[in-house]
Every structure is written in C-alpha cells, then in structure tokens.
C-alpha cells in the first residue's frame, strides 16, 4: 500500500507567490526525495536529502529532511508558470533493491 | 540520442489481448524499473532489474511479465489486457539499486498512455 502521504493533493497559486508541501510517513526514511514531473514527461530528481535536519536548496526550491526522519518539505519562492507540474516525494524502505515509495503527488497551478 | 525511450507514446487495446510496452536506454545502467501512475495512487513499482536476466516483482506486479536479455532493453508486457491496467506506464533506470544518489538518481522516460477498453 501507500507509504508516503503527500499534501496539498492540488494547489492553485499566482505568480509570485510561495508555495510550501509536505510528506509524512508512519516509517522512518534514510532518504527524501522531491521529483517534479511536467506535463506529457517523466518525473525528474529536484532535490536529494540524506540526513535528519539538513535542508538543501536548488535554486528557489528549497527541501528539509524531518528531525523524525518521518517527514520533508519542498517550498518555492516566487512562483513562475513553469513551477506548473505534479511534485513528488519520494523516499525507499531500507535497503530493499529497488523500493522506492513515491507520495501521490502535489499538483501545482500557478496564474500569470 | 542519448537517454531513455518509451514506445509506443500511446496504445489503445482490447481487454484479453496481450501487449508489450517497449523501454530503451543508452546509458548502459545496470538497474530498469517499470512503475505505473494512476489518479489519486501517484507512482507504483511493477517490476524492477538489476541487470540482464535478473529482474523482481514490485508491489503491482500481476498481470504483468518482464524480460531483460540485454542491458539496454527492458520490454512489460501485459498478458490479458484488463481494464483496471489503463494507465501511463513509466520505465526508469539508474546507475544505482534504490535510485536514490544525487549522482546516479532515476531517469524517467516520457511514458507510454495505455487505454484497455
């Protein structure tokens, strides 16, 4: 079943705004991703986070892993049209080959 | 080009006939992933690969069989088509087995939209 639960399921900005997300989790993670999926594409890798606390920053994106290791958080600042697009957390069950658990996804509409 | 490939980028298909969903990638990574994305599910794991003649279910894997004789191919196909398998089908790789290092994270192709009627 679904192992990361990721909210707002969809949000509806203006340009300019800052938009914030989250993912939660009733197990521990070693690893938090965000991935950010265009429309009619893939998903591609944002933003990797490997230890409790840290927060990283990719232009204006920036991520934190959960003191809990339960939890992350994607902000945007100063949203444009092109931030439009479903992000993902992502984040794999120990070190099991190849299970990476992926949260349902945020859409994102940004407004001109 | 260099990357991964997805074909075809759309298919329609009867329920009961089989079909195979084509992945490509000219990275020579030793790990492939197939995933499936439905409304209000996000990305679900079908079945994974660790290399050429070694693959393992994920958490959707029945009704669906992969293949691996060659790195840089790694086909899905549905069997019996049913309709609860209409979604966008995703195939991945990496260079590492959980996809999770910021240096060798999941390439994503651009999907293939199935539509079983």
């Known amino acids: 079943g679904q192992q990361l639960n990721q909210s707002p399921q969809s949000m509806f900005i203006q340009e300019g705004e800052d938009v914030s997300m989250n993912c939660t989790s009733s197990s521990i993670f070693n690893t938090w991703l965000w991935y950010k999926q265009d429309p009619g594409e893939g998903p591609v890798l944002l933003i990797a986070?490997?230890?409790?606390?840290e927060l990283t920053s990719n232009g204006r994106l920036t991520a934190q892993f959960g003191i809990t290791r339960k939890d992350s958080f994607l902000n945007i600042s100063a949203s444009i049209p092109s931030d439009v697009g479903i992000y993902f957390c992502a984040g794999p069950r120990g070190s099991t080959l190849g299970r990476l658990y992926f949260g349902r996804g945020t859409q994102l509409t940004v407004w001109p | 080009d260099a990357g991964i490939t997805q074909s075809p980028r759309y298919k329609i298909t009867e329920t009961g006939r089989q079909v195979t969903l084509m992945c490509h990638q000219t990275?020579?990574?030793?790990?492939m992933f197939w995933y499936r994305q439905d409304l209000g599910h996000g990305l679900r794991l079908i079945y994974y690969s660790a290399a050429a003649d070694i693959t393992d279910k994920g958490e959707v894997s029945d009704g669906y069989v992969v293949s691996r004789s060659k790195t840089e191919n790694f086909p899905l196909t549905l069997e019996s088509a049913t309709r609860s398998q209409t979604s966008v089908y995703f195939c991945?790789?990496?260079?590492?087995?959980?996809?999770?290092?910021?240096?060798?994270?999941?390439?994503f192709g651009n999907g293939t939209r199935l539509t079983v009627t």
């Open positions: 991945a790789s990496s260079e590492s087995p959980s996809g999770t290092g910021h240096n060798s994270p999941l390439h």
């Open positions: 986070l490997y230890k409790a606390g």
């Open positions: 990275w020579s990574h030793s790990y």
